[in-house]
């Protein structure tokens, strides 16, 4: 018996004899046509579905990476940012350029919003040589180092840069406080029209105009009191 039998054996029913009528031997080629449809038909599926399901997934992240390579507005609101941090009329020391990237990776999902930072979370770490930025930075110098100085001009170009943005700033005091306001105050006018873009400003806050009508930009500064008790 060749393989040719043994395959028959598995799929043909048995054939009737011959002496049988005709409706019987035609109910059986049937059956027999219908059984052999049937094996190839699932034999091709098999064979199909696994490469479907590949050529699906491939699409998807085709469009996944597409979509993850993508410009989206934050790409130019961070642009923006480092054109006018060298805007100002002022060079930033080695330390005030360290300061603004820590600045930078705090607030990139601020700068982006939650949605397309997370979705192109990886491409922009990469683009800004971050790993696992910090959205806290802790800045500790000795006095007359510029920290004030680089808040304010980080600040400043914060507002002149994103859509929306709210800056909440909170100084030692009063002096402080209004000293900072005044520094953000005079890079925003340093910059073309910046000084037309102010719409209201008094000691303890300023709003920008934005790009559009409703695109209204905040920064709120607040002098705290520092309070202590000593027990003796």
């Known amino acids: ?3 040719r039998d043994v395959y028959a054996t598995q799929t043909m ?6 002496s049988s009528s005709d409706s019987a031997l035609c109910a059986c080629l049937k059956q027999t046509l219908d059984a052999l449809r049937n094996e190839r038909s699932v034999r ?3 064979h199909k579905r696994p490469l479907l399901e590949y050529k699906v997934d491939a699409f998807k992240r085709k469009l996944s990476r597409v979509d993850a390579e ?10 923006d940012v480092h054109a006018y941090l060298d805007s100002f009329g002022m060079e930033r020391t080695n330390s005030q350029k360290q300061f603004h990237k820590a600045f930078l990776g705090a607030t990139l999902a601020h700068i982006y919003g939650p949605g397309d930072f997370e979705r192109h979370r990886t491409r922009i770490l990469a683009q800004n ?8 930075v802790l800045v500790v110098t000795p006095r007359r180092w510029g920290k004030t100085t680089s808040v304010a001009m980080f600040v400043a170009a914060l507002l002149l840069s994103v859509a929306d943005m709210w800056v909440s700033v909170f100084s030692t005091g009063q002096r402080a406080s209004s000293s ?25 806050q300023v709003f920008i105009k934005g790009d559009a009508s409703s695109d209204v930009r905040r920064l709120y500064s607040y002098p705290s009191s520092v309070q202590g008790e000593v027990s003796m």
Do not use: W
């Not at 029913?13 to 011959?18: F, K, M, V």
């Not at 040589?129 to 806290?136: A, K, L, W």
């Open 13 to 18: 029913p048995t054939l009737p004899p011959i």
């Open 70 to 79: 993508r410009e989206v507005p934050g790409d130019k609101y961070l642009k």
């Open 44 to 46: 091709s599926s098999n």
């Open 180 to 204: 900072l306001l005044e520094q953000v105050c005079k890079m925003i006018c340093h910059v073309p029209r910046g000084s037309s873009r102010i719409l209201r400003r008094n000691q303890e």
């Open 129 to 136: 040589n971050m790993s696992d930025p910090s959205f806290e």
């Open 1 to 3: 018996m060749n393989m």
